[in-house]
């Protein structure tokens, strides 16, 4: 037993060193049917009866061993093949990487961003998930005011309610509480409403709004932002029209049409033979908006307009249906490498 221990030691220590011949001449001096590891396996018969087993398990242990190593140069010397002659075309072009492109939607909103910018307007951010004050209470829609129907939504919890916001003009909430005068501000971010998703509707969407708050700002300077706004977004032939509306938030409210961009106002299929297609509703900041935010209603007045980014896109790029801009497919999003 004493010998058959060393004799497998010291082959131990020549397999680990072996590195001078190929996987086939290891193969035949240990793994053999001459081998050396059958030959140990032979001294079997001269083990005590009572150390058989451990002397089994050794030999088993020792084989495994030599195996393993035979594996290792077996795979070295397939590895380190050389072939003679190289087919390797270095001259050709290597695989493209395709470059991504930014989504219509962040296109967009940064142009939008950068012409309000260069009105003076900064960008605020708020959370996507708002509380029920900065949402709807703050922005004159008291619980159970029928105008909250036009913006059902998604309850996180109730009591008090926290809620995925509706659109962008809680952040004007949160910059108005600030108190920090004169505000202006355009709040670009998603929203989410309880809508049924069509090509015109869907669950969430895209906003910018925008809020001037200051002394003795009038409706003229609304329409004079808004008309700088669609000349650089649309073109300078583009023209606007304003329709009397409702928002709890506002007094008086409006709706701002653009003319048509494909007919010029002719009336065509895309704007129902009227010349004109909404894009977005605004008015000037109703008191108690202000006061509900902390700001003197005597003192200051204020506009405030929002509109969709989807709805300025699909118009921008004749873009039918909404769906696409969140299905993410690379054909869709392909075609704006490059755009705006
Ligand atoms: N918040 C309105 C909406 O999502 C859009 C809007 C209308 C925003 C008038 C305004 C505004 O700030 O003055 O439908």
């Known amino acids: 037993m004493e010998q058959l221990l060393t004799q497998i030691k010291e082959l131990k220590k020549e397999i680990s060193a072996f590195n001078g011949g190929d996987a086939e001449t290891f193969r035949i001096k240990y793994l053999g049917t001459k081998g050396l590891v059958k030959s140990l396996m032979g ?124 659109h962008t003009s809680s952040v004007q909430v949160r910059e108005m509480e600030k108190g920090k005068l004169p505000i202006r501000i355009i709040c670009p971010g998603r929203v989410y409403r309880n809508e049924t998703i069509s090509a015109r509707a869907h669950c969430f969407f895209h906003q910018v709004e925008g809020l001037y708050i200051a002394e003795n700002v009038s409706f003229a300077d609304l329409k004079q932002t808004l008309y700088f706004f669609v000349q650089e977004m649309f073109g300078e032939t583009v023209k606007i029209r304003f329709r009397p509306s409702y928002f709890p938030f506002t007094e008086p409210s409006a709706e701002m049409d653009i003319s048509c961009l494909i007919c010029g106002g002719e009336g065509c299929n895309v704007c129902k033979k009227t010349g004109w297609v909404e894009i977005l509703g605004c008015g000037m900041v109703h008191p108690n908006v202000l006061d509900n935010c902390g700001i003197d209603s005597n003192k200051y007045t204020g506009f405030a307009f929002g509109m969709g980014i989807e709805r300025i896109t699909m118009l921008k790029y004749q873009i039918k249906d909404l769906r696409l801009f969140s299905e993410n497919d690379v054909r869709f999003l392909d075609q704006f490498t490059g755009a705006v």
């Open 43 to 166: 001294e079997m018969k001269n083990v005590a009866a009572e150390n058989k087993k451990e002397a089994g398990q050794l030999l088993n242990e020792f084989k495994l061993f030599t195996e393993a190593k035979y594996e290792l140069l077996k795979s070295a010397s397939t590895t380190n093949h050389q072939p003679q002659t190289s087919n390797i075309d270095l001259t050709l072009p290597g695989d493209p990487v395709p470059l991504g492109s930014r989504h219509p939607i962040s296109l967009v909103k940064n142009r939008m961003i950068s012409i309000f910018q260069r009105l003076g307007f900064a960008v605020a951010e708020g959370p996507e998930i708002e509380d029920d004050f900065h949402n709807f209470t703050a922005l004159n829609l008291p619980e159970n005011h029928p105008a909250r129907d036009m913006q059902d939504t998604f309850y996180i919890s109730q009591n008090p309610d926290w809620l995925l916001r509706t």
